[in-house]
């Protein structure tokens, strides 16, 4: 069976599901640490693409959006470190370019 980037999207959000129970203690740390790494290697390795971002109104960039190539994990990061938590929503590749029209978004370059 061969591994698809959307069997990897779903282990990924396996992963990451904050409803699933975790280890406490220095055991969590550990297995963070392990799995950020795992995350970060399948991100950077096998999800990297286009990502958007947008702001919403009455943020300072406003009807702007951001274009940043990497993983969904590693853009975000990208956009935290630029602009803290001053933005609001991800969008992939597809099908944005329709929104952006629609909405009269311009592009704001970081």
Known sequence: MPITKNKILALRNLIW???????VGHEAHALHDLLQK????????????????TFGVGQRHAGRFVKIRGSEFSTRQIMFKEFGSNWSMQYPSEGFA?????????ELII
């Open 38 to 53: 795992f995350m970060e290697f399948i991100d950077s390795e096998i999800l990297d693409e286009d990502w958007f971002f």
């Open 17 to 23: 599901d904050e409803d699933v129970p975790h280890p």
């Open 98 to 106: 329709g929104i952006a029209v629609k909405w009269n978004w311009e």
